[in-house]
């Protein structure tokens, strides 16, 4: 398992953006990464510690969501929107010319210490019953836990992100969909 320092206020710097571009994997430590391809459309999940990039692209333009507790050195060209991701938000953004609909809902919590391995616990088993791609990592509170789980359709992508941060207890759930329009 690997030991990665987290950042001490992930609530406070947690953020999802969303893009009109590609990103370059050069930016992150990816861990793991899953294609698919469905008729028009090609979609690509990156897993990171505490993050991911999700990417939907059709007919050679892309929409690009990225989750990432990190607060600097993150790209500002064709950012369409970002905001931190406390509490809950919605947000839905239709790129008309490109033929693309992205929906998001982002929540987090915060629990106890019991609460969180129990969760932590379950979440591992869905990672497995799911084949969702999984990285497990330790930081400064113990044991740690990214997930991304996929549903492919046909013409659409949903995506439920976990990222369980042991330091603090704190749980950042996403879920995401992309479709043609």
């Known amino acids: 398992m690997t030991h990665i320092p987290a950042n001490p206020n992930v609530?406070?710097?947690?953020?999802?953006?969303?893009?009109?571009?590609?990103?370059?994997?050069?930016?992150?430590?990816?861990?793991?990464?899953?294609?698919?391809?469905?008729?028009?459309?090609?979609?690509?999940?990156?897993?990171?510690?505490a993050g991911h990039v999700l990417r939907f692209?059709?007919?050679?333009?892309?929409?690009?969501?990225l989750a990432t507790e990190r607060e600097e050195g993150?790209?500002?060209?064709?950012?369409?929107?970002?905001?931190?991701?406390?509490?809950?938000?919605e947000y839905e953004k239709c790129f008309k010319a490109l033929g693309i609909n992205y929906m998001t809902n982002v929540q987090t919590e915060q629990l106890s210490e019991n609460?969180?391995?129990s969760t932590l616990d379950e979440m591992?088993?869905?990672?497995?019953?799911?084949?969702?791609?999984?990285?497990?990592?330790?930081?400064?509170?113990?044991?740690?836990?990214?997930i991304v789980d996929v549903q492919r359709f046909s013409g659409e992508v949903h995506a439920q992100c976990f990222h369980l941060i042991s330091r603090g207890g704190i749980v950042v759930r996403t879920q995401s969909i992309f479709e043609r329009v």
């Open 11 to 49: 609530l406070q710097t947690y953020q999802v953006a969303l893009y009109q571009r590609a990103l370059h994997p050069e930016l992150f430590t990816l861990k793991d990464r899953r294609t698919l391809r469905h008729a028009d459309y090609e979609f690509e999940a990156w897993l990171m510690p």
């Open 57 to 65: 692209e059709r007919g050679g333009s892309c929409v690009c969501e």
């Open 74 to 89: 993150l790209p500002e060209v064709e950012r369409v929107e970002s905001f931190f991701a406390a509490g809950e938000h």
């Open 115 to 117: 609460i969180f391995l």
């Open 124 to 146: 591992r088993q869905h990672a497995v019953e799911m084949d969702a791609l999984a990285f497990e990592w330790e930081d400064e509170g113990g044991h740690s836990l990214s």
